[in-house]
């Protein structure tokens, strides 16, 4: 995976039904537990598509702040939707 495939795996991912959002600064998740099992086979297929991005870890959790989808461990926020957009 490329730095330039960041907004294309995001996309992916949301259209599983899958809520990824980056946690704090410094990781994400896919979803919660009962989306990703809802989803395995698609997630199995982006992971095909994608190869590995664990080196761009920094990169994808910086995205997903820009575009409001994070949560802050210890915010008022209950869900990522509660964040304003930064871009």
Known sequence: MRSSDIPAFVAKVIETGCDICAIGHSGYVLGDVEEMVAAEDEL??????FGDRDFL??????????IGRYL???????HWSDNPRMQ
């Open 44 to 49: 199995r297929r982006i992971d095909e598509e």
């Open 57 to 66: 870890l920094p990169e994808i959790v910086v995205y997903l702040r820009s």
């Open 72 to 78: 802050d461990p210890g915010s008022s926020a209950s």
